[in-house]
């Protein structure tokens, strides 16, 4: 089976701009989720989508939203990008949904906000 | 509060040597369940172990082990005769009502 794909692998933007990830699931995966990983914060969860319903959210502000299709692929958005969002945004995904799962993950994107 | 604490931030050895990162956690939860990943410098999570609080056996898998010491809180994982392809960093994970990572250990195997 194909693995976790996410598009852009590389992504540089302006403060004040917006982007959107892309990720691709497992073929069969019904359940994506979305992590940001900052040298200073480390990983951290920022959503789960499952069925197109958004299942768990983490501590992230407003300006993070995602949206799941019905094929399961996944869209994260970031609008009016600030310096700290500078990140690898990582998609993980699992044929269940919950934190308990467990969570096959894909290259990432890396933002780079300046 | 749910907390995962990985007190090495580096370890570096010697080709052949053996490693142990420790893994800390704290949690409320009856149930709950811990995750191993590597993350290469190509920066995809790789998944290495799940188990359940249920399940405190200890596990093998090739020159990789992990112990899980419920009494202590703790999941350790061992990397048997280190090979230069180990060199990653190595996150340790809790799942219970959320998802926790610790910071990560950076392994570093020189030839």
């Known amino acids: 089976k194909a693995g976790v794909t996410q598009t852009p692998r590389y992504l540089i933007k302006t403060r004040g701009q917006q982007v959107t990830l892309s990720c691709s699931p497992i073929?069969?995966?019904?359940?994506v989720s979305w992590y940001q990983q900052t040298p200073g914060q480390g990983l951290q969860f920022l959503f789960e989508?499952?069925?197109?319903?958004?299942?768990n959210k983490g501590n992230f502000p407003g300006r993070f939203s995602g949206r799941q299709f019905s094929n399961s692929r996944s869209e994260m958005n970031v609008s009016t990008l600030e310096l700290g969002d500078s990140a690898l945004y990582l998609c993980?995904?699992?044929?269940?949904?919950?934190?308990?799962?467990?969570?096959?993950f894909g290259p990432g994107t890396r933002l780079l906000v300046l | 509060a749910q907390k995962v604490t990985q007190a090495q931030t580096e370890i570096s050895v010697v080709e052949k040597e053996d490693v142990t990162l420790d893994c800390v956690y704290e949690?409320?939860?009856?149930?709950?369940?811990l995750f191993w990943y590597k993350q290469p410098p190509s920066g995809e999570l790789v998944f290495l172990i799940r188990?359940?609080?249920?399940?405190?056996q200890n596990e093998i898998s090739g020159r990789y082990s992990w112990n899980f010491q419920k009494s202590t809180s703790s999941f350790n994982f061992t990397i048997t005769a280190s090979q230069v392809v180990d060199s990653a960093v190595y996150f340790c994970?809790?799942?219970?009502?959320?998802?926790?990572f610790g910071g990560g250990t950076r392994v570093l195997v020189k030839p």
């Open positions: 188990r359940n609080s249920f399940d405190e």
């Open positions: 073929s069969g995966h019904r359940s």
């Open positions: 989508y499952f069925s197109e319903t958004q299942r």
């Open positions: 994970a809790l799942a219970g009502n959320k998802l926790t």
């Open positions: 993980a995904s699992n044929p269940a949904y919950g934190f308990q799962e467990t969570q096959y």
């Open positions: 949690t409320r939860d009856t149930t709950y369940y």
